[in-house]
């Protein structure tokens, strides 16, 4: 207790009340934060027990021009836990080389004159009886929707939500879910938004990262955010009832209340990636890019306000009223799209006005396995969500008569291409379409030291820029600047994904920089190792790196029931006769999947167990 005298009196010296005698100076210093002209680096702990996240939520306050880098999983002492120097001498040479002042965060106002807010497609169906959505539950016409979440949103500004507080969305899949985003937009609020196959661990991270100051859900996930700390200090609107929540149910007024008008520039979501390739990232975007994004949908893929979509994807949900397009969630658990077999496929097809699909991987190979010959007409299927094959892409086609495509794209910039040429077979990985107008794609060499944009033919890192493109990973400077690249003036994004454009200016995606196969002679993506393998087998394969990069093997698992063990001699023998590179190891067993999409391959997972394995642990 002696030893620890100085941090007692350390602490007891902290201004707590007005008493203090130093309580004075510290309201005069923190007053003082919002007039500095410096740049500032803050560099926090997610796990902090003492200068918790509300902290960093005051900081900002006072501070907006500051630049954030949460570290997720450090706590008290951020430099024991996480290598922060790296993070700290970029920003210093940032800093340092453009010789720069601090400046509040610019605001974008570039097509303000044009701009139609995202809300619009919902508002101007509000007199309109046809549905809007349709679920297990049965169909909402658009007028239901409009004036609910109207309704929504004047309670919301009533109860003292302003423009850019953030609202942890934590509404199941469904028309109330619809309803309580488009209320927190036309409120002027900022929906957060985090895959619940994040786990509860991995929501509560994400959550508490995003700071909001509201959270919206039913008395079932309000329960759980209040027991498992994803959202302290928010404040809480239930669809139902809920202990100290504001009530929807019951803090209904018909009271007009003014809704703000929301401009290109304001913040409109932080959506977290499902962390099917890397940690989760909370990736912002402003109203402008929404908007803009919502226009190349209707402009790329026809879609028709008449005849509707129905998806497998449950975030693609918002696209429905954004776009002011009917939309059809299939009677499936939404963390399962695998379970879209034939029959409810059709169902969901016969009992509504739809022409469009957009399915994950998952949900496509179910409806063609479960078909049996028969066939369902559709006008458009989009797949999304992972690498496609030319033979599912064909199969899906074969089943809906259908124009299949597979557009490229990623939670920071979708859709980047028009997903023609799915259905077109090509020796190099998928072919995704040519880029969409407005959209530009480039080609980077891997060797960090050149990083200089390839030509046509030749494989690399794929970057983007587009009008609909994020604004920025939310509270990750480090990982911003690392994704950012500035050409001529634009920002373009380092996607991680590799591929190439060929002569005719169709992008080939290939896989995953980090899942490409480092060997001491060449780098290889693993696409290119297993198409070919897929191909001959008709089974799913997965080829994966063992050992240190610069000196891997490949080894190739293919699917099949069971732990991962060694491959047949007949199966190895195929695999060796049909690729053109060494293969070191074949093995069969499961290969792990994402929970979201149940077609993303885990190739790390894999390349650890496989390691494991083969090292005879």
């Keep these: 207790a002696e030893r620890r005298t100085a941090v007692a009196e350390f602490v007891a010296d902290i201004p707590l009340s007005e008493a203090d005698v130093s309580w004075n100076a510290l309201q005069k210093s923190a007053n003082n934060l919002s007039n500095l002209d410096v740049p500032l680096l803050l560099v926090w702990g997610g796990r902090d027990r003492v200068f ?12 907006p021009h500051a630049d954030v880098h949460r570290f997720p999983q450090a706590a008290h002492l951020v430099p024991l836990d ?5 993070i700290a001498s970029t920003w210093l040479e940032n800093v340092l080389g453009s010789n720069s002042v601090a400046e509040q965060p610019a605001e974008d106002s570039s097509g303000s004159d044009s701009f139609v807010a995202i809300t619009n497609g919902l508002l101007s169906r509000c007199n309109d009886d046809e549905a809007a959505f349709t679920d297990r539950n049965g169909a909402v016409s658009w007028k239901s929707l409009a004036h609910e979440a109207t309704d929504i949103a004047r309670t919301l500004v009533r109860a003292g939500l302003s423009v850019g507080d953030r609202v942890a969305m934590l509404v199941p899949p469904s028309s109330d879910l619809l309803a309580a985003s488009f209320g927190v937009w036309l409120a002027g609020g900022v929906l957060v938004v985090a895959d619940s196959g994040l786990g509860a661990r991995g929501l509560r991270t994400v959550l508490r990262g995003a700071i909001p100051k509201w959270v919206f859900g039913t008395s079932k996930t309000l329960s759980a955010a209040k027991a498992l700390g994803w959202t302290p200090g928010a404040r809480m609107i239930c669809t139902s009832r809920f202990p100290h929540a504001i009530s929807l149910t019951t803090h209904r007024s018909s009271t007009a209340v003014d809704l703000p008008e929301l401009r290109p520039e304001f913040d409109a979501a932080v959506v977290h990636t499902s962390g099917s390739t890397g940690p989760a990232k909370p990736v912002r975007y402003r109203h402008g890019a929404l908007a803009a994004q919502r226009d190349v949908i209707v402009e790329s ?42 029959d409810r496929f059709a169902r969901v097809i016969e009992s509504s006005r739809v022409d469009v699909a957009w399915l994950s991987p998952a949900s496509a190979r179910r409806i063609v396995e479960t078909a049996n010959g028969r066939t369902i007409e559709l006008r458009l299927v989009m797949l999304a969500g992972a690498p496609i094959s030319t033979q599912l892409a064909s199969s899906i086609a074969a089943v809906t008569g259908a124009d299949v495509r597979s557009p490229w794209g990623m939670t920071e910039a979708m859709p980047i291409t028009d997903g023609v040429g799915a259905t077109t077979s090509v020796v190099d990985g998928t072919n995704t379409g040519k880029p969409l107008a407005g959209a530009e794609v480039m080609v980077l060499s891997l060797d960090e030291s050149v990083r200089q944009s390839l030509p046509n033919g030749e494989w690399g890192e794929l970057a983007v820029h587009a009008p609909w493109m994020f604004d920025g990973y939310d509270q990750q ?31 080939h995606q290939l896989g995953r920089v980090q899942h490409a196969l480092f060997m001491a002679t060449r780098t290889v993506p693993s696409v290119l190792v297993e198409d070919p393998i897929s191909t001959k087998l008709g089974r799913q394969v997965a080829a994966v790196g063992i050992g240190p990069v610069g000196t891997q093997v490949i080894a190739v698992v293919v699917q099949a029931e069971g732990k991962l063990r060694l491959a047949s001699a007949e199966v190895t023998a195929q695999v060796r ?10 093995l069969e067993g499961e290969l792990p999947v994402d929970i979201r999409h149940q ?3 885990k190739r790390e997972v894999l390349a ?9 642990r």
């Design 52 to 63: 918790h996240d509300r902290f960093l939520a005051d900081l900002l306050q006072r501070a």
């Design 82 to 86: 996480e290598p922060m120097a790296a």
């Design 301 to 342: 893929f026809r879609m028709s306000a008449e005849q509707g979509f129905l998806t497998s994807f449950a975030p693609f949900i918002l696209l429905g009223p954004a776009l002011g397009v009917p939309c059809v969630l299939p009677d499936i658990d939404v963390t399962k799209p695998a379970e879209l077999d034939f």
């Design 477 to 507: 400077w480090g990982t911003e600047q690392r994704s950012e690249l500035m050409v001529k003036g634009q920002r373009f994004h380092r996607t991680g994904d590799l591929g190439l454009l060929d002569g005719n200016g169709d992008l």
């Design 577 to 586: 006769q049909c690729s053109v590179f060494e293969i070191a190891a074949v």
């Design 599 to 601: 077609s993303k391959i």
């Design 608 to 616: 650890v167990t496989a390691s494991e394995f083969l090292a005879g």
